[in-house]
């Protein structure tokens, strides 16, 4: 069955670092999203992507966060000058249909010290 | 902003039984509902959807309702099995982005 890949699995940066999170959706599928989930509350959405462009993005995302497709298979989210309540399990999504669910990697578990 | 809630934090049920997890929503603009299970350290998994055209459809051991009028949200899973202890979350949406709940844990004890 098809997936979505996440890696690192885990990532330990320390505050005022900047991460990459790296994401390889499903390979016919073209819509792509990142979602966050702090330990123990509730997954947040944080930007969908369509077309090379952000379609649709929250308040959470804001100038430190970007996303980039930088080739045809890869999906990545930057945090630039991470702070600690960055600290989250980060979670890309994809799906082929913007009116159906997602297909969810494993997540990335950000940790910033 | 939208708002997804479960009623039940957490929720224990004996091997063999059926189970049901509930779940509220505030924005009646929503016509998409999916129950996804999360497994510790693990991404939200697919469980079942319904679009607001439908008032209930089932799919392998799962059945979910939805009722409009209330805004309420439920999965029913048939012969729970310790398997399906994990955290479920019902998500709803109105167009692009999700809103899910905060989970509800279920704990099924052999």
């Known amino acids: 069955e098809p997936e979505v890949t996440q890696t690192p699995s885990h990532q330990v940066t320390q505050m005022g670092q900047e991460v990459i999170l790296r994401c390889v959706p499903i390979?016919?599928?073209?819509?792509f999203y990142w979602y966050r989930q702090i330990l123990g509350q509730k997954v947040e959405f944080l930007v969908s992507?369509?077309?090379?462009?952000?379609?649709?993005k929250s308040e959470i995302f804001d100038d430190q966060f970007s996303v980039e497709r930088p080739d045809g298979s890869n999906f990545t989210l930057k945090i630039r000058s991470t702070k600690l309540e960055d600290s989250a399990m980060y979670f890309c999504?994809?799906?082929?249909?913007?009116?159906?669910?997602?297909?969810f990697g494993s997540g990335t578990r950000l940790t910033v010290v | 902003g939208e708002s997804v809630g479960l009623h039940l934090p957490t929720l224990s049920v004996q091997e063999g039984d059926n189970s049901i997890i509930n779940c509220a929503y505030s924005?009646?603009?929503?016509?998409?509902f999916i129950w996804y299970k999360q497994e510790s350290g693990k991404g939200p998994q697919f469980i079942i959807d319904?679009?607001?055209?439908?008032d209930k459809r089932q799919g392998q051991r799962v059945t979910v309702l939805l009722n409009k009028t209330v805004k309420h949200l439920s999965l029913q899973i048939a012969a729970t099995q310790p398997g399906d202890s994990a955290v479920y979350f019902c998500?709803?949406?109105?167009?692009?982005?999700?809103?899910f709940g905060t989970g509800t844990s279920l704990t099924v004890i052999p």
């Open positions: 999504a994809s799906n082929s249909d913007q009116g159906n669910g997602y297909t």
């Open positions: 992507f369509y077309n090379n462009e952000i379609s649709e």
């Open positions: 924005n009646s603009a929503s016509d998409y």
């Open positions: 319904i679009r607001s055209n439908m």
């Open positions: 998500a709803e949406t109105a167009g692009n982005q999700f809103y």
């Open positions: 390979s016919n599928h073209l819509y």
